[in-house]
């Protein structure tokens, strides 16, 4: 079928992500919208749930303001010359909507069953929440998927080690997400680095389960010392061969460049060192990703969303070469 208004002098612009960057609807990256996971390589995903966030709630509106943000995005990787969307399929699946949102642990369970659908169909997912609990229920449908037993590897950027226990009665919010993911069996976690830790807590060893448990730690001290490099090395050396997941708190940046997120900490990653960090991590065998904690309601100017959007476009290349290798690897 001819669309009203076809292309007539530059055949380019009969691609929506080739047309002008204000026009269209704003899905991820102006990708074309499917709720069928059929013939999708990788899908994009928001998950518009923030009922586990201890303070500030808000991030709900994220996958919204991050669609709209991305439409900034261009189709090529300036840096490394990856072209995410001539790679693979690329989709936006929209949402992983919640059917129930006042029950927090059916909400996660929701999530699970979503992602067990998406995975089930070979879509690779890359996600934008949300709260960082949603990280929770997609380990639990990617290890479900993998079937195997065998535990992944995480690189985790992040303010917050979210690896603490109960509180106010309730062992999953956002702040303990990983802690449970190790002891469901989820991860391993002598294969998990956390990277930009920093701020203050009510409990000096809030986040000790990182260490204890065997996860490499770097904190904010250590990343401002070393530089993204010794960070990318680390994580590297850390995750090696085996699969893995890829983590990205906004609140991990400087609050200068992420105002907009629930639990801000002063004196953070900069977007810059962020985007050095993100690519040097090509090569690792990446089995999704998700960017969480885009609070839209504190946000300035769409700032926080559109730094999440230029990460997960980084998220989105990492994924989508790693995607690319195994299915080399298979044929
Ligand atoms: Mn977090
Ligand atoms: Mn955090």
Redesign the pocket.
């Known amino acids: 079928m001819t669309p009203i208004k076809p292309a007539t002098r530059y055949p380019d612009l009969d691609d929506p992500q080739a047309r002008p960057r204000y026009t269209g609807i704003p899905t991820f990256f102006r990708t074309p919208h499917t709720e069928v996971p059929g013939e999708v390589d990788i899908g994009l995903i928001g998950v518009p749930f923030d009922g586990g966030v201890t303070n500030r709630a808000g991030a709900r509106h994220g996958p919204r303001a991050v669609r709209e943000q991305s439409a900034l995005l261009r189709r090529f990787n300036g840096a490394t010359g990856i072209a995410p969307f001539a790679a693979a399929r690329v989709r936006d699946l929209g949402d992983c909507w919640i059917e129930f949102p006042f029950a927090l642990e059916g909400a996660l369970d929701e999530i699970a069953a979503f992602y067990r659908g998406v995975l089930g169909a070979g879509v690779v997912p890359v996600s934008v929440g949300g709260d960082?609990s949603v990280s929770l229920p997609i380990l639990r449908a990617l290890g479900a998927a993998r079937g195997d037993g065998a535990r992944l590897g995480m690189v985790h950027i992040?303010?917050?080690g979210?690896t603490g226990d109960d509180y106010m009665g309730s062992r999953f919010h956002?702040g303990a997400p990983f802690r449970r993911a190790v002891e469901e069996g989820l991860l391993d976690p002598a294969r998990v680095v956390q990277i930009g830790l920093r701020g203050t807590t009510n409990d000096p060893a809030l986040w000790a389960f990182s260490t204890e448990s065997g996860m490499r730690v770097i904190g904010m001290d250590a990343f401002q010392d070393q530089g993204w490099q010794a960070a990318a090395a680390a994580a590297r050396e850390v995750i090696g061969t085996g699969p893995a997941y890829l983590t990205f708190?906004i609140?991990?940046l400087d609050p200068a460049e992420a105002p907009g997120?629930g639990?801000p900490?002063a004196g953070g990653i900069t977007m810059r060192e962020a985007l050095r960090l993100l690519r040097a991590l090509r090569g690792l065998d990446f089995v999704g990703a998700d960017l969480v904690?885009v609070s839209p309601p504190f946000d300035v100017g769409g700032i926080t969303a559109f730094n999440g959007a230029s990460v997960l476009f980084e998220l989105l290349c990492l994924v989508a070469e790693a995607w690319e290798a195994r299915r080399a690897g298979i044929g």
Do not use: L
Request: aromatic share 0%; no cysteine; glycine share 0%.
């Open positions: 960082h992040d303010a917050h979210d956002h708190d609140d991990s997120t639990t900490e904690e």
